[in-house]
Structure formats: C-alpha cells, structure tokens
C-alpha cells in the first residue's frame, strides 16, 4: 500500500504575478545568491533555501503574509513552501519557477534593476 502526501498547493507563473501585483501576497525567491543576483521577479524577497533549511526565519516584509514560494523550476520552491507551511505560514509554490515566469513573458531584474536573465 502506497501513501501520497497531498502537498502544499501550486500556482502558475501568471497567477503568481496576479497575486503579488495586487498585494495579496508576498514573493519569495529561495535560489541562491548568484541565481538571484542574476534575475529575479521585480518586489520578491530573499531567502536561499539553505538557509531556510538551517532555520533562518523569513524577511520581515514577509512574516505573517501569505507567500508565494519560486525557484528556477519548481523543485526546491515546492520544498520550501512545504517547509514554510509546517512552520504555520499560508505558503504556495509556482509550478516550473522562474522557467514559467520568464516564458510567461513577466518581468525580471538583476541585482541593480535592469533587465536580468534567468541562472
């Protein structure tokens, strides 16, 4: 007998972008520095994984918001956002990350705000 964990819920790139453009959620990049540095949606917080994983607490422009959780593809975001939620946080992963964000044709910035690229 097979046991299936039901999972945290998933949103598309575009239905992500609604959410955070209208205020009703925060953005949360956990890549990495470089892959952040590189390109990142535009008004998205940081946090790596790592240190997710090591117990670093979120930003304070994301505590007690709901979160929208991205990485490059959606492996490591579907696992933060499952983190987040067992630590009481309303947290959603962006299924295929910043790959969907960026042939959805959304904005991305590098780390001094021009146009950035996906890493």
Avoid at 60 to 75: M, Q, T, W
Avoid at 82 to 88: A, M, N, T, Y
Wanted: aromatic letters at 4%; a positive charge; glycine letters at 10%.
């Amino acid at each position: 007998m097979f046991l299936f964990r039901r999972g945290t819920a998933r949103v598309t790139a575009t239905k992500a972008h609604e959410r955070i453009t209208s205020g009703d959620a925060v953005l949360v990049d956990i890549r990495e520095r470089a892959e952040w540095n590189a390109g990142h949606a535009p008004g998205a917080v940081h946090v790596a994984l790592s240190r997710l994983l090591a117990g670093q607490d979120l930003p304070p422009a994301a505590k007690g918001r709901p979160l929208v959780v991205i990485c490059r593809s959606g492996h490591r975001s579907r696992q933060a956002a499952e983190l987040l939620s067992e630590r009481g946080a309303d947290a959603v992963d962006v299924k295929g990350g910043m790959n969907a964000w960026a042939s959805a044709a959304l904005p991305i910035v590098d780390e001094h705000g021009s146009s950035g690229r996906i890493a």
